[in-house]
């Protein structure tokens, strides 16, 4: 978040608020979430794109990927910044829908939709359908020949880019669940499929090559790729196809090792890569769009944790390791256990001039790979009822969030000049009781 620092008492302060006061006023664990730092964000990557595309196609789209955290407050604040909706199942689009989000600016996506979600987003009038198999063209058809409707269609394409990332979130090469392959001819025959069914209206071509990737190259291969098949569309079919989606997946920072390209550069480096492909391919550069959600939400928020127990442990070289367990973990931040996440923590409640440790931040939950954060220094003098910051939450964490061993879901808190907010309520005891009917 932008509008961190540390207030008179050494506490961290957000948004004007310090996280004593958030503590207090919401308890803990909560996500902390910066409004003014998502806006900005949200934002910059619309400027960004906009500018880099406005001379070649007149701007670009850039869609909020909802799956990264989604309420109705985020859905309102990415859409009056200029984002479009970018959704994965009925019920990720019935947030951007309850929270008013013009259905026209929104998208479904998903490998294995059904028809009620199909029959949902048509009925919606949702700008785009994301057909992610050969199946799914008839049925998106069908759905929509029933509804008298016709079907705004992007056909996704596995474009075979081995992004550097860790292999579950990597979405382009081609053994794995989602697209249509690009090398076997799928893809081609699955936008002559599209072409041939008068109740869907193909607009374009759709890649994703993964997640939290910091080189622009893995974007840049696809981009040709799907031009080259744009261009074959058009020769085969005599179809221009409007758009051109180059997806998500941009990395943001989660510790210092990280150093990601700012959107101006991003959305440059993309630019001149669609130029040049479509020159030598002789076609009219189509109006591009993306999604990112990570880069655009992750930054924006912190979880706010209360230190209970530590515990010393000597390691085989003598050094020693402080576990400091917190009152949340991996209910509500899974991405260390699940994907080896690295991210930092810090004593947010006061200044410390203790020399720090090597901390690893542990959860509640009862197994040991319960980790928030694998290792970190921190304050030597760091105990019970000590506030602690885990930065970069906001992305795939309140999104993932369990409540395992019948822990509550924290809320989500915005903050913004000097007051806070809650977005999202704390679940209760009584709400998880409330499915257990017997
Ligand atoms: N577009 C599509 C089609 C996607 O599948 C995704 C992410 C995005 C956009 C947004 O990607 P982003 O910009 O947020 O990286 N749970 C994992 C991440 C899964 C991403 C799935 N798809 C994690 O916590 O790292």
Redesign the pocket.
């Known amino acids: 978040a932008r509008t961190v620092r540390r207030d008179g008492d050494g506490a961290l302060e957000v948004g004007g608020v310090p996280v004593t006061r958030l503590a207090a006023e919401h308890g803990t664990p909560a996500y902390v979430l910066d409004e003014d730092d998502l806006r900005a964000r949200a934002r910059g990557f619309v400027e960004a794109f906009d500018e880099a595309f406005a001379d070649l196609c007149g701007g670009a789209d850039v869609y909020y ?1 909802g ?2 955290f989604l309420c109705t407050a985020v859905a309102r604040w990415v859409a009056e910044e200029g984002m479009l909706l ?1 959704t ?1 199942t009925g019920g990720e689009m019935a947030v951007g829908l309850r929270a008013g989000v013009d259905p026209a600016r929104m998208a479904l ?1 998903g490998n294995n939709k059904s028809d009620a979600e199909i029959e949902r987003a048509l009925r919606a009038g949702l700008g785009r359908i994301v057909v992610d198999s050969s199946p799914e063209v008839d049925r998106v058809a069908d759905v929509a020949a029933r509804l008298g409707v016709r079907a705004p269609v992007l056909v996704r394409v596995t474009v075979g880019v081995e992004a550097h990332t860790h292999s579950y ?1 990597a ?1 382009a090469h081609e053994d794995q669940k989602f697209g249509l392959p690009l090398s076997t001819g799928e893809a081609a025959r699955a936008a002559a499929a599209v072409i041939a069914r008068p109740e869907l209206d193909l607009r374009g071509l759709h890649s ?1 090559i993964g ?2 990737i910091f080189d622009v190259e893995g974007f840049e291969v696809a981009a040709r790729r799907l031009v080259r098949l744009h261009a074959q569309v058009q020769r085969d079919h005599g179809v221009v196809l409007p758009e051109i989606d180059l ?4 990395g943001m920072a989660y510790t210092t090792q990280h150093q990601p390209l700012p959107p101006r550069e991003l959305a440059q480096g993309m630019a001149r890569v669609v130029a040049a492909a479509c020159a030598a391919e002789g076609v009219d550069v189509p109006r591009v769009s993306v ?5 655009v939400v992750g930054p924006s928020t912190f979880t706010l944790y209360t230190a209970g127990t530590t515990k010393d442990v000597v390691l085989d070289g003598g050094q020693t390791r402080r576990y400091v367990a917190v009152d949340g973990g991996m209910s509500d931040n899974v ?1 260390t256990a699940l ?1 080896s ?1 690295d991210y930092s923590a810090t004593l947010a409640s006061r200044r410390s001039d203790a020399p720090p440790v090597l901390t690893r931040v542990v959860g509640k939950h009862c197994e040991s790979g319960d980790i928030v954060v694998m290792d970190e220094f921190m304050a030597g003098d760091l105990g019970a009822g000590d506030l602690v910051a885990v930065p970069g939450t906001g ?2 964490c309140r999104a ?1 969030a369990s409540q395992y061993n019948h822990v509550p879901r924290p809320p989500v808190v915005a903050v913004s000049g000097g007051v806070s907010r809650v977005l999202v309520r704390r679940e209760t005891e009584e709400d998880l009781l409330a499915l257990d009917l017997g």
């Open positions: 990927a799956k990264a970018e994965c996506h979130i979405t994703h997640s939290q997806g998500g997946g941009f999604e990112p959600g990570r880069a991405r994907y996440a992305a795939y993932l």
